[in-house]
């Protein structure tokens, strides 16, 4: 530990680029996580909340399907996931540690079931008079999602994805027990396993002040969202 600030400033000048490199190492997990809860999270979501009983797409296997996968993605020990995940990986991509991509696979499946879920309970919020409206105006499927369900359920939307990417900053600093970079990583490395704790402090410092501004910007834009 530095015995003064000024020492302070001065060792976390020198740990900077690391710093900063572990930084882009998340932003790119943190990347690949997003778009995979949007691109595939949003629609499975959707599809659970379609295909639910009562609802205009009802149907019985594709929902229990769809609901296990959710179910058991959430339930796995997230730790163990990466481990189990790792053959896959190797054989996909070439390489199962030490590069922020191969760590982004078993982030991309967390957030696709955690984000499903997320949208799934915000549609499931949405008055039942939204979607009987929308049927007796004649909307199809693709017009009661867009038209009708997303847009009531916006605000909600919003804060379930700030609420998930909160948890993708968690589960991208368990990647660096695995080698798998990031912040967590850098913190593990130069601050514990050095003993340097105001290093590892440093790195949980900047993780919390991120965890801040991700969750003002939602809830602010949430906030804005909402017409009710």
């Given amino acids: ?20 490199e572990s930084l882009w190492e998340t932003g790119i997990m943190m990347g690949f996580a997003m778009v995979a809860a949007i691109v595939l999270g949003l629609p499975l979501g959707t599809l659970l909340f379609l295909t639910a009983r ?4 009802q149907n019985v296997f594709i929902y229990q399907l769809s609901n296990a996968f959710v179910n058991i993605v959430r339930s796995f020990p997230f730790l163990l996931l990466v481990v189990a995940m790792q053959p896959f ?12 991509v191969a760590a982004s696979f078993p982030m991309m499946l967390i957030a696709i079931a955690l984000y499903a879920r997320f ?54 600093t368990i990647m660096g027990v695995v080698g798998g970079g990031g912040i967590g990583d850098f913190a593990i490395r ?5 003993y340097e704790t105001d290093i590892m402090y440093t790195a949980i410092i900047v993780i919390i002040i991120i965890v801040q501004l991700i969750q003002w910007w939602g809830l ?7 017409k009710r």
Avoid at 54 to 57: C, K, L
Avoid at 190 to 194: F, P, T, W
């Fill in 190 to 194: 130069y601050g514990y396993q050095r």
């Fill in 54 to 57: 009562g609802q205009p797409m």
């Fill in 89 to 100: 990986i190797r054989a996909v991509y070439g390489r199962a540690t030490g590069d922020p």
């Fill in 220 to 226: 602010r834009l949430a906030k804005k969202l909402d």
């Fill in 1 to 20: 530990m530095p015995d003064t600030f000024q020492e302070y400033v001065t060792r976390v000048i020198e740990y900077w680029p690391a710093l900063f």
């Fill in 119 to 172: 949208v799934q309970q915000s549609l499931l919020d949405v008055p039942k008079g939204v979607t009987e409206t929308a049927q007796s105006m004649g909307a199809s499927i693709p017009q009661l999602v867009w038209k009708f369900l997303f847009v009531e359920s916006r605000s909600s939307l919003i804060i379930g994805f700030t609420t998930a990417f909160v948890s993708f900053i968690s589960y991208s």
